[in-house]
């Protein structure tokens, strides 16, 4: 019975997997030149945020460069994603794959995920230290009335995170 349960559980992961494979697609992060031009677009956007929002042209220049390290851990991860889901599929075809097999991929992807997140995590932090709070708050604000362009199908700004 619990193989039953772990053979459902990762015939499903697969299912969501692919799913959340094709929505980052609609966002334009796929490979290529169309993905690197999607990441180049909102290193831009920010840039452009932050240089009017930070007071000091030094400070702005180190927050760039870390928002530049931050796209460059989610360019990387988002790799490493497709990776992960490229193993799915290949396993899926094998029909003698076993749920321990789907299972290891899956425990990997996720630890991967949360290194990724944790990087982005410290960063975010170093960012922040680099701000005032009042610049902190305006960026944020800003950064919220822009999340609106980046929603698929949205038809503006999110009202909260």
Same mark, same amino acid.
Do not use: D, K, Q
């Given at each position: 019975m619990n193989r039953m349960w772990k053979g459902l559980l990762g015939v499903l992961?697969?299912?969501v997997l692919a799913g959340c494979s094709s929505y980052h697609h609609h966002h #334009? *992060? *796929? #490979?290529g030149s169309q993905g690197d031009a999607y990441w180049e677009k909102g290193r831009q956007d920010m840039e452009g945020l932050i240089n009017r929002t930070v007071e000091d042209p030094d400070r702005a220049k180190q927050v760039n460069g870390l928002v530049g390290d931050i796209?460059?851990?989610l360019k990387a991860g988002r790799e490493q994603e497709r990776g992960y889901h490229r193993q799915l599929y290949t396993l899926n075809a094998n029909y003698t794959a076993t749920p321990d097999e789907f299972t290891k991929i899956l425990n990997e992807a996720s630890q991967q995920r949360m290194g990724t997140s944790a990087k982005i995590l410290t960063l975010r932090f170093k960012m922040k230290e680099l701000m005032t709070a009042e610049e902190w708050k305006a960026l944020t604000d800003k950064?919220?009335?822009?999340s609106g362009r980046y929603q698929h199908g949205g038809t503006g700004p999110k009202t909260g995170y």
């Open positions: 992961a697969v299912a #334009g *992060m *796929m #490979g796209i460059n851990e950064m919220l009335s822009y």
